[in-house]
């Protein structure tokens, strides 16, 4: 099941970053040595492994995961989050068909369970466990697991000590009102570190398709940051996905056709969504 495969990418997990840990401490006193013990900022750090690769001390895949670990400690919940409106769940009065259907649906091997209201979660079920009790006709409060409530504001380090320690592995993160903010899982916060981690049932999904020399389809799920160092910028961008860079341009929902240009890129919108921009069309004018 996804749950141990998940332990084993934990285990895998944590020898290479004690070696790459070990292996940039050695590179970083190597390249730059110093005469003092003044400390150098994250920034800096970036640089150094940005110089470190374009030298062939290390290659492109380390240079990743090295800026995934300086970065993983600035990453919040609401960053990488599942939305409220993209949350799949069950209501705890669905019958057994219907949750199996959902299952069979979209792969998942959790699925939180709701009553009355997205708002009024009250836990998760296992597919494992679901299965179990389809054999032995008893109810899906007998299978509930639990999840964590947190913050959207909690770090992702802090979140992943929780899980470990709670043995738990997804959490629903709530407004100052009570209100579902949206839901994270371990392996999204694994991702940030090591990448995508792609289950048999994920459909692969471009969020950067070029279609000429000049113009890309961007998924408005894609990362602000990844975005915009396609286009060779560095600025800073309070919102994470492109979604939310893109209403912040623009000033009020997006309809499809919408343009705006931002420094050297021009921008249309090519797909909204009940409300929600979906993809955009950005070219490049400095190409």
Known sequence: MFSARLLRVLTFLMAPLNFVFFKWKKLLSKIFK???????????LLMFVEEAEQEGAINKEDK???????????????????????VVAVSINSTIDEITELFLQ????????????????????????????????????DILSPVLFVTPH??????????QVEKEHMAVAIDEYGGTVGILTMEDILEELVGEIWDEHDEIEEKFVKLDDYRYRISCNADT?????????DD????????????????????????????????????????????????????
């Open 154 to 163: 909690i770090k992702i380090s802090e979140l992943l000590k929780k899980f």
């Open 225 to 233: 940051r990844e975005m915009m160092r396609l286009f060779g910028l």
């Open 64 to 86: 990743q995961l090295i800026n995934n670990v300086i970065e993983f400690n600035d990453i919040k919940a609401i960053d990488i989050l599942t939305p409220r409106v993209d």
């Open 34 to 44: 110093s005469t003092d013990n003044q400390a150098i900022t994250e920034s800096e």
């Open 106 to 141: 979209t792969g998942y091997s959790r699925i939180p369970v709701y009553k009355n209201s997205i708002d009024n979660m009250l836990g998760f079920i296992h597919i494992r466990d679901f299965f179990s009790l389809t054999q032995r006709a008893k109810n899906i409060e």
């Open 236 to 287: 800073e961008y309070e919102e994470t996905t492109v979604s939310g860079w893109v209403i912040n341009q623009i000033g009020v929902i997006p309809k499809v056709k919408d343009t705006f240009t931002y420094k050297n890129l021009y921008v249309t919108v090519s797909k909204v969504f009940r409300q929600r921009v979906m993809e955009i069309i950005v070219e490049n004018k400095n190409m």
